[in-house]
């Protein structure tokens, strides 16, 4: 009897070290999933990196060669493994492009920035006009109906 109480302790201690601690009331329960904000469509894309430019050219001539080729993870290892060997030299020309892609995208996305502010600005004042008119329009409605009342006196 001495050995089985003291397993049955043992066990005890074992499972409470095994044990979960829960650290709440919603510990069992699964936390609620974020909702994806909106994409507007109209937000520029940004700028390709020299890599890709780069790989534009590189899938075009890659493609000439091995034109049975249907497999795109074959065409990105042997892009990436042709861009490790270029050397910076021979890398220049596609990071110019890309850089100048870059600065294109900043004078969008300042130009995107103004547009939206400026059509943030404007939705709110559209807002606060109809918040404005609709209180009124209850105003009214409470003062029409006490005249009414008035009459039927």
Do not use: I, T
């Not at 937000?43 to 795109?72: C, D, I, L």
């Not at 990105?76 to 110019?96: M, Q």
């Amino acid at each position: 009897m001495k050995g089985g109480k003291s397993k049955g302790a043992e066990s005890k201690k074992v499972d409470s070290k095994l044990s979960v601690k829960k650290k709440g009331p919603a510990a069992g329960k699964k936390p609620a999933k974020k909702e994806k904000a909106v994409k507007d469509p109209n937000k520029p894309k940004r700028p390709a990196s020299a890599f890709f430019v780069f790989m534009e050219e590189f899938r075009k001539h890659y493609k000439e060669k091995h034109p049975n080729n249907k497999s795109v993870s074959v065409v990105g290892k042997a892009g990436g493994d042709k861009w490790k060997s270029l050397s910076d030299a021979e890398k220049a020309p596609y990071v110019a492009k890309a850089e100048k892609r870059k600065s294109e995208y900043n004078k969008n996305m300042q130009a995107y920035n103004k547009r939206v502010a400026e059509g943030a600005n404007a939705a709110e004042e559209e807002e606060s006009d109809k918040s404005r008119s609709e209180v009124n329009d209850e105003d009214e409605d409470d003062d029409e109906s006490g005249e009414d009342e008035d009459d039927e006196e």
